[in-house]
Structures are given as structure tokens and as C-alpha cells.
């Protein structure tokens, strides 16, 4: 099992639509978490981090569920730009000194 | 402000070759890493370091060295390249320990291993 997973996708959604994706991670004592966003055959850039209390930013709210290990990413009133790959990175715990990320979900805002 | 710079950004080898993709970042960050991507695996870290004369290694580091002679540079080198190596690798460095902070990335560098 990997140690942290998302659905690829893709998802196809219309402009405006709402949007969510998860990502499990198996690792428990986990305690940092992001979401990256990568364009086609660009870098990833950081999106968002992931705090306890979830976090909102604009269109964008990203929530950690600690009791069932996963966190999600809501991205409400799709826009074309936000067409991309979405992925999740998880990081922290015994030992662990760098982040390891989900394969990643493609998001595909059509008009 | 270049942040992470990766060189070359393309390269083609053949089999048994060596080579060494050059990292460097003026950020001034203590935490450097490499990663490879790969369709369908995502992100999957080969090595890092914490610091100068400081590197550990990651998920898949079979094949590959570094060093950290500088605070600024982290080479990774194919000692004899494979076809397995065919691979998007992508440098990143961070302020803070790279498990905690956010990662910077590199434009990436495509390695084509014939």
C-alpha cells in the first residue's frame, strides 16, 4: 500500500462547478500536509498547507481528518486556469525528514 | 531571484553512461532534495540533505550520489545510467526541514536513458 494516495482522475467538471478531492495517508503520526499544484509539465508550486482546523484560501478550503487519516481539497466555482494535476504531500513523524506526495489527481474545467 | 535552478534541462544518454544534473539555490535554504517523477508514481524522493556535508537517502536511491560541498549546491549523479532511469527529476529546497516547510521546486530536468 502506498503512503499516500489519491484518486488520478481525471475529473472533468464544467466552469463554476464544485470540486473535491481526497488524499489518505497511512503514516498516523503524520504531522504536516499540503497541497501542491502542478501544470503540464511544469513544477509543482505549493497551493496550500493543511492545518487541524482547516484553512480556507479564496475559492479554495483544504480540511484534515486526523481520525481517518485523509485530507481533502474543495475548490468551489471552477475556473479553466485551475485546470491542473493536484497533489498532496504529507510529511513529519519518527524519523522522517522530508515529504512524500500522493501520484497526484488531474483536474480537467471545461467551459 | 533565480530560487532553484536545475541544469540541464534536457538530456539524452545511452546505456552505462554517467552524468551529473546540477542543483543550485540563492534562497540560502539549509534543506535540499531530489526527486523523480515518473507517470502513475508521483513524487518519489531519491535523496536529501539537511545542511552541508549532510545527505541522506530516500525512497528509491539505487543508482544515484550526491554531495553537499555548499549550502547553495546539491549534484546528483547517475553513476551508470539505466533505461529505468528515463525519468522526470526535479530539485527542491526549503527554509525549513523538508518534511515541515514548503518545498521550492526546480523547473525539472528530462533525462531520456537509451
Known amino acids: 500500500r502506498k503512503e499516500v494516495e489519491q484518486d488520478p482522475g481525471p475529473f472533468n467538471v464544467p466552469e463554476g462547478a464544485t470540486v473535491a478531492f481526497n488524499c489518505t495517508y497511512s503514516n498516523s503520526a503524520s504531522q504536516s500536509f499540503f497541497w501542491y499544484r502542478q501544470d503540464c509539465r511544469k513544477e509543482p508550486k505549493l497551493l496550500m498547507s493543511?492545518?487541524?482546523s482547516g484553512n480556507e484560501d479564496g475559492r479554495f478550503t483544504a480540511q484534515l481528518n486526523r481520525a481517518s487519516q485523509y485530507i481533502s481539497l474543495l475548490i468551489r466555482d471552477s475556473k479553466l486556469s485551475d485546470s491542473a494535476t493536484y497533489l498532496c504531500?504529507?510529511?513529519?513523524?519518527?524519523?522522517?525528514?522530508?515529504?512524500?506526495f500522493g501520484s497526484g489527481t488531474r483536474l480537467q474545467v471545461q467551459p | 531571484n533565480a530560487g532553484v535552478t536545475q541544469t540541464p534541462k534536457f538530456q539524452v544518454l545511452k546505456t552505462g553512461q554517467s552524468m551529473t544534473l546540477q542543483c543550485a539555490q540563492d534562497?540560502?535554504?539549509?534543506?535540499m532534495s531530489w526527486y523523480r517523477q515518473d507517470p502513475g508514481m508521483g513524487l518519489r524522493l531519491i535523496h536529501y540533505s539537511v545542511g552541508a556535508g549532510i545527505t541522506d537517502q530516500g525512497e528509491v536511491p539505487n543508482g544515484y550520489n550526491v554531495s553537499r560541498s555548499t549550502t547553495e549546491d546539491f549534484p546528483l549523479r547517475l553513476l551508470s545510467a539505466a533505461p529505468s532511469q528515463t525519468s522526470v527529476y526535479f530539485c527542491?529546497?526549503?527554509?525549513?526541514?523538508?518534511?515541515?516547510?514548503?518545498?521550492?521546486f526546480g523547473e525539472g530536468s528530462r533525462l531520456t536513458v537509451l
Open positions: 527542491a529546497s526549503s527554509y525549513n526541514r523538508g518534511n515541515t516547510g514548503e518545498l521550492f
Open positions: 504531500a504529507v510529511g513529519g513523524g519518527r524519523g522522517r525528514r522530508a515529504l512524500t
Open positions: 493543511v492545518y487541524s
Open positions: 534562497m540560502n535554504h539549509e534543506y
